[in-house]
């Protein structure tokens, strides 16, 4: 006695549909929040630096606003400059 298993087919509700993925394209276009200098400052810590280093290297670097990721990127840039 061979006994056959046989599935039958899932009606179309049922059927598991393969995740969305996001693209590094998708990534890119959602909306970043935008913080004023002052704010970015005061909350230095996330930042990793002092006030006064996050204060300063925005100054120089003519940003009255930022997101956090350009913020990260011009507190780095100003820690690791070159003194002469």
Same mark, same amino acid.
């Given at each position: 006695?061979?006994?056959?298993?046989?599935?039958?087919?899932?009606?179309?509700?049922?059927?598991?549909?393969?995740?969305?993925?996001?693209? *590094? /394209?998708?990534?890119?276009? %959602?909306?970043?929040?935008?913080?004023?200098? @002052?704010?970015?400052? #005061?909350?230095?810590? &996330?930042?990793?630096?002092?006030?006064?280093?996050? *204060? /300063?290297?925005?100054?120089? %670097?003519?940003?009255?606003?930022?997101?956090? @990721?350009?913020?990260? #990127?011009?507190?780095? &840039?100003?820690?690791?400059?070159?003194?002469?």
């Amino acid at each position: 006695m061979d006994k056959e298993t046989t599935t039958a087919p899932q009606p179309a509700a049922e059927q598991k549909k393969p995740a969305p993925t996001v693209t *590094a /394209a998708a990534k890119s276009t %959602a909306k970043e929040s935008v913080y004023d200098a @002052a704010y970015l400052a #005061k909350n230095h810590k &996330a930042l990793g630096a002092s006030y006064a280093i996050v *204060a /300063a290297s925005l100054r120089l %670097a003519g940003k009255d606003k930022a997101t956090l @990721a350009e913020a990260k #990127k011009i507190v780095t &840039a100003f820690k690791t400059k070159e003194v002469k």
